[in-house]
């Protein structure tokens, strides 16, 4: 049989806590925030955010050197692996993806990679849905092959108060020309699962209509699908997160898994305060 791992990236808005649980390993980015560099997992999203409130200057986000990730692919080794699927988000939002490819080859792994073309836990979960097929004891071309015809099935949807984080950070996408930049429209922004880029789903004005428009958009990707994973997610937001559980319960209990966060602070420092997403995954 297989002796298969499974990795990814803290973008994908895992930490140790939901790594451990599904038997995932997890390699972190880093905070530079205000010249002071910090691995991601090792910073609480609460205390981030207050800090984030009174910066001077935004922070910025970096992947794991070449070295952090050879000594990530030794540990595997050793811990008795000889296949390797890594699990990421989208190129075009990280370079950890290109950086996984360019050491594709370690001796000793045999190493796929798959770029989700997605963000946060709607590539999160598709690292959690592979831990699930090894468990189910699937060989690993099975389980690449099954990854990458399903992660097109994962997609994100969130909504945030400003683009100013996601201008400063260079991650903008199809998101700036879509979109007037008046305080009482509202965008509802989701990962082109092509491209792997933001675009605009929806604009609405008002926050009343905001969410109402943005619960819509969930049911309607739900409706009709038997089997699938949810996940809830805010910045900082936690009257929004609160008022998502409430008019999804019954999509919550009808989901095969369900996952609920603050996003990691890689996340956030490109979106800012006051965000609130919602993941879905169609797995059957």
């Given amino acids: 049989m297989d002796k298969i791992a499974i990795l990814t990236d803290t973008g994908a808005d895992m930490d140790r806590s939901l790594s451990e649980k599904f038997g995932i390993y997890l390699i972190s980015f880093y905070m530079n925030i205000e010249g002071n560099f910090t691995k991601e997992i090792d910073i609480k999203p609460d205390e981030f955010y207050k800090e984030l409130k009174t910066m001077e200057k935004f922070p910025k986000t970096s992947i794991p050197s070449p070295g952090e990730l050879m000594d990530m692919f030794e540990k595997i080794k050793k811990d008795g692996y000889d296949k390797l699927l890594i699990v990421t988000i989208s190129n075009k939002l990280s370079g950890f993806n290109n950086l996984c490819n360019s050491l594709k080859d370690y001796d000793g792994l045999d190493i796929k990679i798959v770029d989700t073309k997605n963000i946060a836990l709607a590539a999160g979960m598709v690292a959690i849905y592979a831990s699930e097929l090894v468990k189910q004891g699937l060989n690993f ?49 989701s990962c082109d699962t092509e491209e792997g880029v933001y675009y605009v789903v929806k604009k609405c004005r008002g926050e009343k209509k905001l969410m109402k428009s943005f619960i819509e958009t969930v049911k309607e990707k739900i409706e009709g699908t038997k089997k699938y994973y949810l996940a809830i997610s805010h910045g900082d937001n936690h009257e929004g997160f609160q008022k998502l559980q409430e008019e999804l319960k019954d999509e919550i209990n009808n989901a095969e898994k369900f996952f609920h966060s603050q996003i990691n602070p890689t996340l956030a420092a490109n979106t800012g305060p006051g965000l609130i997403g919602v993941g879905v995954f169609e797995i059957d």
Avoid: C, H, N
């Fill in 141 to 189: 071309d099975k389980i690449y092959e099954k990854i990458e015809k399903l992660k097109k099935k994962s997609q994100v949807f969130f909504t945030i108060d400003t683009l100013k984080y996601l201008k400063a950070g260079g991650r903008i996408g199809r998101v700036s020309g879509s979109i007037a930049e008046i305080l009482s429209i509202k965008p509802i922004i």
